[in-house]
């Protein structure tokens, strides 16, 4: 009888901590795919109609395209459109109609703000939307990883 209790006792230990542990339904932490980035745009021809506050959506670049946001004259923040919940899904945010600067996962409905660095503001995504590097020589916007 001992022997058996010694044996089931062993097995809990075992076993258990993998029945317990919760499925992964969200994204714990990985990173979209890297893909290199190196463009530079000229601020008074390329990025001449994006005003303060606005945005730019730049196709066929990153991971499913990139977008610019202005936040000031000589000020541009960039990031990858893919919603950060499920990378692998490889879903792209869309521009909520509605909302100026914010994006939405067409999926999940994850929300995020350009505003706010591109942080998830509702929805299930806890990682905002990944930012490439933006610096400004000249008038040329240089964005890159
Ligand atoms: S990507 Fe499939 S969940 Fe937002």
Redesign the pocket.
Same mark, same amino acid.
């Given at each position: 009888m001992r022997k058996f209790l010694l044996i089931i006792s062993v097995l809990i230990i075992l076993i258990l901590p993998g029945l317990v542990t919760p499925s992964c339904d969200t994204n714990q932490g990985q990173i979209i795919p890297y893909v290199q980035v190196d463009l530079y745009l000229l601020l008074y021809a390329d990025l001449a109609d994006v005003g303060i506050g606005g945005t730019k959506l730049i196709p066929g670049e990153g991971v499913n395209g990139i977008v610019l946001y202005r936040e000031s004259d000589l000020l541009f923040y960039a990031y990858d459109l893919t #919603?950060t919940?499920?990378p692998e899904?490889d879903?792209a945010v869309v521009e909520d109609p509605a909302f100026f600067g914010v994006f939405e996962?067409p999926? #999940?409905g994850?929300t995020y703000l350009l505003m706010n660095g591109g942080e998830p503001n509702s929805g299930p995504?806890r990682y905002p939307l990944v930012e490439y590097h933006t610096s400004i020589q000249g008038d040329v916007l240089h964005v890159y990883n």
């Open positions: #919603c919940l499920w899904h879903e996962c999926d #999940c994850s995504a």
